[in-house]
């Protein structure tokens, strides 16, 4: 059985189970920033849900600016409760709608320390497809030439040891 399947009443503050979650996040914001360094991201599709995710998202966050995401202020008391309402209506809709998915707060950044802000899944979902649908993750291709943090980083190695 996949150690990420089993109850989470039986590992407490399993240190594997956190590394497991931490390569998993990685993986998928990897993988996700390649394909948006791949794509024309207005017709990219994160789900089979996205209209009805996006529709919801701007009826219940009109004035969000998808931009550039300040973390304290998504994560404050108010909007907290308000993003709890918002991922509660995908509980049975998007599959591990909660499940912790690393956001970059800046669209113009990739994947840093500085620039992710740890979300549930279906919040990342929201303010993912919004990026995309209004056309701001298709900087992305321009500024990064499709390299994955990974590269970027070899890369910076290879200039690092040829200075």
Same mark, same amino acid.
Request: hydrophobic share 35%; with cysteine.
């Given at each position: 059985?996949?150690?990420?399947?089993?109850?989470?009443?039986?590992? %407490?503050?399993?240190?594997?189970?956190?590394?497991?979650?931490? $390569?998993? $996040?990685?993986?998928?914001?990897?993988? @996700?920033?390649?394909?948006?360094? &791949?794509?024309?991201? /207005?017709?990219?599709?994160?789900?089979?849900?996205?209209?009805?995710? @996006?529709?919801?998202?701007?009826?219940?966050?009109?004035?969000?600016?998808?931009?550039?995401?300040?973390?304290?202020? #998504?994560? *404050? &008391?108010?909007?907290?409760? /308000?993003?709890?309402?918002?991922?509660?209506?995908?509980? *049975?809709?998007?599959?591990?709608?909660?499940? %912790?998915?690393?956001? /970059?707060?800046?669209?113009? %950044?990739?994947? &840093?320390?500085?620039?992710? #802000?740890?979300?549930?899944?279906?919040?990342?979902?929201?303010?993912? #497809? $919004?990026?995309?649908?209004? %056309?701001?993750?298709?900087?992305?291709?321009?500024?990064?030439?499709?390299?994955?943090?990974? *590269?970027?980083?070899?890369? $910076?190695?290879?200039?690092? #040891?040829?200075?």
């Amino acid at each position: 059985m996949d150690v990420l399947t089993r109850p989470a009443e039986e590992f %407490g503050n399993d240190e594997t189970l956190e590394h497991l979650w931490a $390569a998993k $996040a990685m993986e998928h914001s990897d993988i @996700y920033f390649n394909v948006l360094c &791949s794509v024309d991201t /207005r017709l990219l599709r994160l789900t089979p849900h996205d209209d009805l995710i @996006y529709t919801q998202f701007r009826q219940d966050f009109p004035d969000l600016d998808v931009r550039c995401i300040n973390e304290n202020e #998504i994560k *404050n &008391s108010v909007n907290k409760a /308000r993003w709890r309402v918002f991922c509660e209506k995908f509980k *049975n809709i998007v599959e591990d709608y909660s499940f %912790g998915t690393l956001l /970059r707060a800046d669209t113009k %950044g990739d994947y &840093s320390e500085q620039n992710t #802000i740890l979300v549930p899944r279906v919040q990342f979902y929201a303010i993912e #497809i $919004a990026r995309n649908r209004e %056309g701001l993750n298709n900087e992305v291709k321009k500024r990064f030439k499709c390299a994955s943090k990974l *590269n970027m980083e070899a890369q $910076a190695q290879k200039i690092e #040891i040829a200075s």
